[in-house]
């Protein structure tokens, strides 16, 4: 069962890669439409003389690299890793990896590294780590509460 796991974790680490490659090889012109079509209706909506677009941007760069650090987490989860080299592990991925990809949008009409993205990426990766971290919590104490009630079931039920 655990491999299995290592393979559906890293399929789905490999899809998230390409799905944040596919979007940054989108020309700047593009992107622009496609932060357009949900930033159009909340400016509309909202406004306050606001352009909710760099938002929707900063966003979709924060959500992209919570989910690559928490896919990250499920697969190094599956390996013989500690937890406390995990989580640098996992975040050494993922910021390498927004910086490769703040690299590439370099070479694309339109488009320009930027820094700043990577902060935020970054910042998606801790909150990518912490969510795992949070569940992994949760399990650990559900675990240990199943554990003790068992282990009380059993001593009680001798007498």
Not at 12 to 29: A, D
Not at 47 to 60: L, Q, V, Y
Not at 139 to 144: F, M, P, S
């Amino acid at each position: 069962m655990g491999n299995q796991k290592r393979f559906v974790y890293l399929g789905l680490v490999i899809i998230w890669c390409f799905t944040i490659f596919i979007f940054s090889h989108q020309p700047g012109e593009k992107t622009k439409e496609t932060s357009d079509i949900i930033s159009g209706p909340i400016n509309e909506n909202i406004g306050g003389g606001r352009d909710w677009g760099i938002f929707i941007r900063k966003g979709a760069h924060l959500f992209e690299y919570t989910l690559l650090a928490f896919l990250v987490m499920l697969l190094v989860s599956t390996s013989s890793l500690q937890l406390k080299y995990q989580i640098p592990f996992t975040f050494l991925f993922c910021v390498l990896y927004a910086i490769s990809d703040e690299w590439h949008q370099t070479f694309i009409p339109g488009r320009y590294g930027n820094f700043t993205d990577v902060l935020i990426d970054a910042g998606g990766c801790i909150i990518g780590i912490l969510i795992y971290l949070l569940i992994y919590q949760i399990k650990q104490k559900r675990l240990r509460s199943t554990i003790n009630h068992e282990t009380n079931s059993s001593n009680t039920s001798g007498d």
